[in-house]
């Protein structure tokens, strides 16, 4: 049995090929490069040269952590380096401009999602870099997460017969007074946390050709924006998906899981990251598989953890990209229509009804 599961674990691969490797620079020594960014460039092997942030001494305090040389004394001293890859980790009201830069410096781009709140800046910056011959890729790094990722593998391999429905399920607390920005932010969820889910779910199902979504507040929160949000896909061919997210949880039970069902079987599992953030704990999935056959629900054996290691995965596709003009499954192209489907969510709750991306 444990045979099948190869081909499962191979589409899961993080690994960058040494031939692939090329220096990295970072804008931004927030928490999330610091705890997530820089272990997975470390676990696969790739030299970070330098950082760069407005608070200097947060960029040293990282960079000592780290074991990086470097620390820039400013954007322009970043980009007249002739580093060729940038890691653009800042937030998103400020990324387009530091991108566009980047990009006119000849820089190859990894930014954040949102890759842009405003669709005309997203597609500046893909007319931008295509036109420099420059790669832009967008962190949109839980399609690597190992469950999602050997999830998809097995939909993708026929596991489960004709993809049929997919549901995710998050019910939890989340702190956002960390960031104190997205904390005062009057749009919150969709556009800052599940747009890693609909990002998952569309490279699973494809492209929806209809959305409805709900969103609301819960009594006495306090961030800004919507925390609760209930949402609805509909696929060409009948597939349905449905995203329920709630951060606040005031019942000390955590959920969060997932499930693809088929014609043939189904996959289950948990985002182990949400039980426990930052730290987690590892994700779990099972198939149960008709055409395998599985015998019942078998169990894969996930080894890695969304962060720091499906970090690894967006830059890793960067590199595949800049070395041999593979498109990276979340390039900025490709990502243009994770953004499409934000915005008709954001419509389908200002209007009531079901809109198209």
């Known amino acids: 049995m444990l045979d099948i599961l190869r081909p499962i674990a191979a589409a899961c691969d993080l690994s960058v090929p040494v031939e692939h490797r090329l220096p990295v620079a970072v804008i931004g020594a927030g928490s999330i490069v610091d705890v997530a960014h820089l272990p997975a460039y470390a676990g ?31 954007l322009d001293d970043l980009l007249a380096d002739d580093v060729p890859v940038v890691d653009i980790a800042v937030a998103p009201t400020a990324q387009p401009d530091i991108a566009r830069r980047a990009l006119d410096a000849g820089k190859h781009l990894l930014c954040q999602k949102p890759f842009a709140l405003e669709l005309a800046d997203a597609e500046d910056l893909v007319e931008r870099a295509a036109a420099r011959g420059r790669r832009v890729t967008v962190n949109q790094q839980m399609r690597y997460e190992e469950g999602i990722a050997a999830a998809r593998a097995m939909v993708q391999q026929g596991w489960i017969g004709e993809p049929t ?60 924006g919507e925390t609760r949000t209930i949402s ?28 693809i069902d088929g014609s043939e079987g189904a996959v289950r599992g948990t985002v182990g990251l949400l039980y426990d953030y930052p730290h987690g ?30 970090v690894a995965g967006p830059m890793r ?15 900025g192209r490709d990502n243009m229509h994770t953004l499409r489907l934000i915005h008709a969510l954001y419509r389908s709750v200002d209007t009531g009804q079901a809109q198209v991306p």
Do not use: C
């Open 44 to 74: 696969a092997g790739l030299p970070v040269r330098g950082i760069v942030d407005l608070d200097v001494a947060k960029a040293e305090q990282v960079a000592d952590r780290h074991g990086i040389d470097r620390v820039y004394e400013s």
């Open 165 to 224: 429905s997919m549901t995710i399920t998050v019910n939890i607390v989340t702190d956002f007074s960390v960031w104190d920005w997205l904390y005062r932010s009057p749009q919150l969820d969709f556009w800052y946390h599940s747009i890693h889910y609909f990002d998952a779910v569309r490279s699973i199902l494809g492209e929806p050709e209809q959305v409805y979504a709900v969103a609301g507040r819960t009594p006495g929160q306090g961030p800004a």
């Open 232 to 259: 609805t896909l509909s696929f060409p061919g009948g597939a349905q998906a449905m995203v329920f997210v709630n951060h606040e949880n005031r019942a000390a039970d955590p959920q969060a899981s997932f499930r």
């Open 281 to 310: 704990r590892p994700d779990t999935l099972e198939v149960y598989s008709r055409s395998v056959p599985t015998d019942g629900w078998l169990s894969y054996p996930v080894t890695s953890r969304w962060l720091p290691d499906a």
């Open 317 to 331: 596709a960067l590199l595949a990209d800049v070395a041999t003009g593979a498109e990276a499954p979340t390039s």
